[in-house]
């Protein structure tokens, strides 16, 4: 069984599974997931729990005894295991023995970092998952965003005037953690309500956390001046223009070769399995496809090459202006002035 996180709750007024998966990346989620889970558990007489993590020399045949042991304080107990980005060779075969071992009096709840496509369909997650519940944990992407934050504000008992609203959303993107924390914050000066953007700019930190994967997002579905605020997010956190140049260039080389493929007569549906490009993704990329013709992809993919000219000569502050007019560049099929994508010669 799948669930959401949202969904979770009125699950567990249904009883306990014998176990749960919860992955994903977003801390908060997880953390209040199994917060949620743990404390379900406890009400049901889960009351002693035993931790283990495969990232710390996993000792599974401690971890098998504990399953099979009945605790002295307790007759329910939780085995609480987190699986690292890379799990042990052995893994598919401990998990295996380890679900054998599951009985009503024990619980399991298998957690860790966002499964790989490969993970995901493999015979230990299908069983599990079968068995138990899945519980993928993300976080809300830009236009799910605004909903999720008034739902958070209301929790803290706070009401939110629109632009309020939408400044929260731009300076909290991509951080529940703080979001949340700002929210509870702001609950406990007791400001007048509904909160005003004046009142609330004068009492927030902004504390929004991007990555370069929403940038190319951004860019593929043309919303350029989000692109550009998300670029210069990334660079006040330290973001090296080296990574970024080359994650644009990739995109563009992929692009261009999407649309020559494409131009011969090729199905986009056979070229995204090709270029393993996840279903979730392929409407961005048929979008930036229509937007962007064939020279205007070159004439990216040339800028593309002048930032990584500019990168050799550690000319930091000309390669992010060119990365700034390589993101303006996916809005549309227009020509960018050669003057933009150009880098004046060594002297």
Not at 29 to 48: P, S, V, Y
Not at 238 to 248: D, Y
Not at 264 to 273: P, T
Request: with cysteine; glycine share 6%; aromatic share 6%.
């Amino acid at each position: 069984m799948r669930l959401y996180p949202e969904q979770v709750a009125d699950h567990l007024k249904k009883g306990l599974a014998p176990c749960y998966l919860v992955f994903g990346d977003d801390p908060l989620i997880k953390l209040e997931t199994l917060d949620r889970l743990r404390h379900t558990a406890a009400e049901q007489g889960f009351t002693e729990r035993h931790c283990f993590a495969t990232d710390d020399g996993l000792d599974w045949s401690l971890l098998l005894e504990t399953c099979q042991a009945l605790s002295l304080f307790a007759s329910r107990q939780i085995i609480e295991l987190e699986l690292g980005a890379k799990p042990p060779k052995e893994w598919a075969e401990r998990i295996r023995e380890l679900q054998e071992r599951l009985h009503p009096d024990l619980l399991l709840l298998l957690h860790g970092p966002r499964l790989s496509a490969a993970q995901s369909k493999s015979k230990w997650f299908e069983a599990l998952s079968r068995l138990g519940v899945y519980v993928p944990v993300a976080t809300p992407e830009a236009k799910q965003f605004p909903r999720w934050m008034q739902q958070r504000a209301q929790q803290s008992g706070l009401q939110l005037q629109p632009e309020a609203l939408q400044l929260m959303c731009h300076a909290f993107e991509g951080n529940l953690l703080a979001a949340a924390q700002e929210l509870e914050k702001l609950a406990l000066l007791g400001l007048p309500q509904p909160i005003s953007l004046a009142v609330l700019q004068e009492n927030i930190t902004q504390h929004n956390h991007f990555t370069p994967f929403q940038l190319i997002d951004a860019l593929l579905a043309g919303k350029v001046n989000r692109g550009s605020r998300i670029l210069q997010q990334l660079r006040e956190e330290g973001v090296e223009a080296g990574l970024l140049a080359w994650t644009l260039a990739r995109e563009i080389e992929q692009l261009l070769g999407l649309q020559l493929a494409a131009r011969q007569g090729q199905s986009l549906a056979q070229l995204f399995a090709q270029a393993r490009i996840w279903q979730s993704r392929q409407a961005l990329y048929q979008q930036a496809l229509q937007r962007l013709p064939l020279p205007k992809l070159r004439q990216l993919l040339h800028g593309a090459s002048e930032l990584n000219r500019l990168l050799g000569r550690f000319e930091q502050e000309s390669a992010w202006l060119l990365l700034q007019a390589l993101c303006l560049g996916f809005k549309d099929a227009n020509a960018l002035p050669p003057c933009l994508l150009s880098a004046p010669e060594a002297p």
